[in-house]
């Protein structure tokens, strides 16, 4: 920063990009985790991988207490940006999901929980359950075909 920095001629000037900067690029942040909780895909996308691979007749469950290291070692930084639950799976083909949101609400208050999903399983109670487990945002995806 003091090599890009050093040119700015008014101090103050100079100071506040220091801060921005670090503010942006701290070593402490971590601007997004994703977590896969479980395997289990209902679908078989053309642009996905689950086309080629089986992600629907063994659905591997990450273990709980691997879930809460992560979580707590997740506490260590300064800032964390959002959590999402989502990769290559439904996060809403099983419950589990409330109980892993409840859990980082828990131990990580401030961090933005959100995930992916195809919509299939949704409903309107589902989506109130996943508000009160601590869900902040949803994305529905909608492949026409």
């Known amino acids: 920063v003091d090599k890009i920095a050093w040119w700015i001629p008014n101090k103050k000037l100079r100071e506040s990009f220091r801060n921005k ?4 690029y701290n070593p402490n942040t971590i601007w997004q985790v994703e977590i896969e909780i479980f395997s289990y895909c209902n679908r078989k996308c053309w642009f996905c991988p689950n086309s080629t691979i089986d992600r629907n007749s063994n659905n591997m469950y990450l273990k709980e207490e691997l879930y809460i290291k992560v979580l707590n070692e997740l506490k260590k930084f300064a800032s964390i940006g ?8 439904e996060p809403l ?4 999901i409330l109980k892993r949101i409840e859990q980082a609400r828990k131990i990580l208050p401030n961090v933005w929980l959100t995930f992916n999903t195809n919509g299939d399983y949704l409903t309107k109670e589902y989506l109130d359950e ?16």
Do not use: E, V
């Open 93 to 96: 083909s099983d419950k589990i």
């Open 82 to 89: 959002f959590i999402t639950y989502s990769r290559y799976n």
């Open 130 to 145: 996943l508000a009160f487990a601590g869900l902040n945002h949803i994305q529905i995806q909608c492949y026409l075909s």
């Open 21 to 24: 900067f670090y503010s942006i």
